[in-house]
């Protein structure tokens, strides 16, 4: 049999084994990167428009849902054996142990948001794909480039349906705050503000 033949099949890594390969150095510590699938996925730079709608979104929903959720930034989450994700944004419940020392289980996870550009196809991709199957509530996604929040909620079924398009003057709710109105505006960069450099 010829090499060409040889079919390579990459080893995945476990979160356990991903987090001490940080602790020992590894993975250094300005590294941007996350655990996709059992792959060590490098994360796009970000640019002053996505900190500019990343500060935006938390400090809007920690106003809004004040002493009802933890409103969590640039936080990495542990979803399964081979998966240690670093969304923009978590909305997690507010708990006696504020997860100190462990993970949210992925039941306890209300809200999960990414701001994207050039990061959309893996955002829209594989990630849609592990908070679909680990059942988050509700997945959001800034289209910074289109200017639209895009919106997946759980079926039921380990996968999102075709996600909401939602723009300008739209509002919608979470399924954890139904009786709480959010103004699609608030996620999305404010009007006639162009793409940082970085971001496009």
Known sequence: MSDMAVEIEPRKITVAEYLRMAEVGILG????????DGAIVRMSPIGRTHWGVHWRIVDYLTRLLNDRAMVVGQASIALGDQNHPQPDVIVLPRTPDAFIDRDPEPSEIYAVIEVANSSLRKDTGIKRDIYGRFQIADYLVVDLKSRVLLRYRATGRGEYGPPERLGSGATFKLAAFPDVDLDVDR?????GVPLAEKDR
């Open 29 to 36: 510590e300005d590294e941007q990167i996350e655990l996709l």
């Open 187 to 191: 996620f999305l960069p404010p009007p």
